[in-house]
């Protein structure tokens, strides 16, 4: 005999929500990352906020991270694919010191890092990932991944819940896109240059000052990290708690 649901009005609220049939592992837990590379110094930065939905599950989750041998390290998205791509990460890099005796590069960390996300293409690391460090010639360099691997190296690069209100922020004011030289009656493309370390801490401030208004899942605060040839030093600012 086939049962059937009681008519009542819990009977008739399960009815009307829709059944998931697929597996979901995964959730968004907020927040905002974002690299700029100087001409010898690198910055990463991230808030310190963490959600699922309307609800703040901690007001300092930290998201950038010392990986060590000047490289920095940032995973946002699932919070606990994050957390595990770095402590991979990490314990890839102590095997190489075992293997090599000597520091990795800020490129062919970038390379382990798309062999590691690659390697979990049929069920991927749910984050957008970014590494800052410095090049072979003391140059700052930011490399940006998706989550199966593909990356490429950039001037500057925002993930997670703002990025679509940062990233043109800094077009404008980091890759000078769209604009001419003001001398040259608009024959001339403004020719790029690298920003001072004062002005890119005050660019990320402004950045996620802005997020913070726009954008319920960033806030609480502001953690900036900055490699340079004497080492990785971090500054931290208070962001709005609403």
């Known amino acids: 005999m086939q049962k059937t649901i009681p008519t009542t009005e819990y009977a008739n609220e399960v009815r009307s929500e829709p059944i998931e049939h697929r597996f979901n592992p995964y959730s968004d837990n907020g927040g905002t990352i974002l690299g700029i590379a100087g001409e010898d110094f690198a910055v990463l930065a991230g808030d310190t906020r963490q959600t699922t939905g309307y609800s703040i599950n901690s007001r300092y989750e930290p998201k950038v991270f010392d990986v060590g041998d000047n490289l920095l390290l940032s995973a946002n998205g699932f919070a606990g694919d994050a957390t595990q791509l770095v402590k991979v990460f990490e314990n890839r890099l102590k095997w190489y010191h075992f ?109 996620f000052s802005s997020a913070t208004e726009r954008h319920i899942e960033v806030g609480d605060g502001l953690e900036i990290m900055i490699v340079t040839k004497e080492g990785v030093r971090t500054e931290y600012f208070p962001l709005k708690k609403d």
């Open 99 to 207: 293997d090599h005796n000597k520091p990795l590069t800020s490129s062919s960390a970038a390379r382990l890092i798309q062999h590691m996300l690659y390697g979990k293409r049929f069920f991927p690391y749910y984050v957008h990932t970014i590494l800052a460090g410095l090049d072979d010639e003391g140059k700052g360099a930011i490399y940006s991944f998706d989550p199966v691997g593909s990356y490429e190296r950039e001037q500057c690069r925002a993930g997670g819940a703002a990025a679509s209100l940062i990233m043109p922020f800094l077009d404008n004011q980091v890759n000078f896109k769209n604009q001419m030289d003001p001398t040259s009656n608009g024959t001339k493309r403004r020719e790029i240059r690298y920003l001072s370390l004062d002005e890119v801490i005050q660019l990320v401030r402004d950045a």
